[in-house]
C-alpha cells in the first residue's frame, strides 16, 4: 500500500466505513510509516475533540434552550386550554337546553288522552236550554247507557 | 386532577336548572287545572258509504250503532282546549262552521258548558249543557257530503 492510498484508508477509517481487511492492511502499512501513523493519529483525534466541542457549546447553551422549551411548552398547554374552554362551555349549554326540552316535553306534550280512544265515564247530561235558528233540535234521549243526542235538523235536511 | 375537575362541572348546572325549573311549573300546572275546563271534541263523519269504523270512538262504536243507522263512521278531527270558566274556546268544524264553548261556573264534579254552532252567520244551535266531569253528549244533525257531522263534546 502506498502512502496515497494509505490517506484514503485513513479517512475511511475515521468515518467507520473501512473493511476488516482494509484496516489490516492499512495498520501494516502505518506501523512502517511514520508520516502516515501520524495523519492517522492526528485524524482519529478529530472526532472526540469535535464531541468535546459539541458538549461544551451545548452546555453553555443549555439554560436558554431549556427557557425556550418552557416557553414553547406553555404555549402548546395554552393552546390546549383555549380548546378544551369552548367544548365544555358548549357541553354545559347543551346540557340545560336537553334537560330544559325534557322536562317541557314531559310537562306539555299531549298525552295519550288526545289520540287515545274516546271512553266517556258518564252520559249524564243536564239540557239546560236549547235554541236555533237554522232549523228544529231535537233531543234523544235513549236511556242511561246511551249518550244523550242534540240532533239538529236544518230545514228540514236530515 | 383537572381533568377530574372538568368532568364533575356538567352536571352541576344542569341539575341545578332542573331543580330551579321543575317545582315552579308543576307548582303551576295544578292550581291550573283545578280552575280550568278540559273541552274536547271529536268530530266524526257518519254516512252510509262502506262499513268501516274508526277505532278512535273507542267505547262509543257500539253505542253509535245502536243509535244511528249509518254503515260508516270516521273521526276528522279531535281537539282539546283547556279553558278558564267565562273563556271561550273556538273550534273549527268542516264547511265553514265552528263550534264556541265555554265553560260556566259549577259546583263539584260538575261541568256547566255553553255551547255555540254556527254555519257562517246562521246559528244552528245555542245550548247550555250540565255534565259530570269526564261525561261525554253528542251532537249530530249537520250535514257533510253524502252524510252528517256528530260532535262528540266532553268535558274533564
Wanted: glycine share 10%.
Amino acid at each position: 500500500m502506498d502512502c496515497r492510498t494509505a490517506h484514503a484508508r485513513i479517512g475511511e477509517k475515521a468515518d467507520g466505513i473501512l473493511p476488516r481487511d482494509a484496516g489490516e492492511e492499512l495498520s501494516g502499512h502505518l506501523s512502517g510509516c511514520p508520516s502516515c501513523a501520524a495523519e492517522d493519529a492526528a485524524t482519529s483525534a478529530t472526532g472526540p475533540l469535535l464531541r468535546a466541542l459539541v458538549g461544551i457549546r451545548a452546555a453553555e447553551k443549555a439554560p436558554a434552550l431549556d427557557a425556550m422549551w418552557t416557553r414553547v411548552r406553555a404555549g402548546i398547554e395554552e393552546g390546549r386550554e383555549a380548546q378544551r374552554r369552548p367544548r365544555w362551555i358548549a357541553r354545559w349549554v347543551w346540557l340545560s337546553a336537553a334537560v330544559a326540552l325534557a322536562v317541557f316535553t314531559f310537562l306539555f306534550y299531549p298525552t295519550g288522552a288526545d289520540r287515545s280512544p274516546f271512553h266517556p265515564r258518564s252520559f249524564d247530561v243536564a239540557v239546560e236550554d236549547v235554541e236555533s235558528e237554522a232549523g228544529t233540535v231535537a233531543l234523544v234521549d235513549k236511556g242511561e247507557d246511551l249518550p244523550r243526542v242534540i240532533w239538529i235538523i236544518e230545514d228540514g235536511k236530515t | 386532577m383537572a381533568r377530574r375537575n372538568l368532568t364533575a362541572r356538567p352536571g352541576v348546572p344542569a341539575l341545578s336548572f332542573l331543580l330551579l325549573l321543575l317545582p315552579v311549573l308543576l307548582a303551576a300546572v295544578p292550581s291550573e287545572a283545578a280552575n280550568t275546563v278540559s273541552v274536547e271534541i271529536g268530530v266524526v263523519y257518519a254516512s252510509n258509504e262502506g262499513t268501516s269504523m274508526d277505532p278512535a270512538l273507542g267505547t262509543l262504536r257500539g253505542k253509535l250503532q245502536s243509535m244511528f243507522n249509518y254503515t260508516s263512521y270516521r273521526m276528522l278531527d279531535r281537539k282539546r282546549r283547556s279553558l278558564a270558566v267565562g273563556e271561550a274556546g273556538e273550534f273549527e268544524l268542516p264547511g265553514r262552521r265552528m263550534m264556541r264553548a265555554t265553560p260556566l261556573s259549577a259546583e263539584g264534579n260538575k261541568v256547566r258548558l255553553s255551547i255555540q254552532i254556527s254555519d257562517g252567520p246562521k246559528n244552528l244551535l245555542t245550548t247550555t249543557l250540565g255534565l259530570n266531569r269526564g261525561g261525554v253528549v253528542l251532537v249530530g244533525g249537520p250535514s257533510h257530503q253524502a252524510g252528517v257531522l256528530i260532535l262528540i263534546i266532553s268535558a274533564e
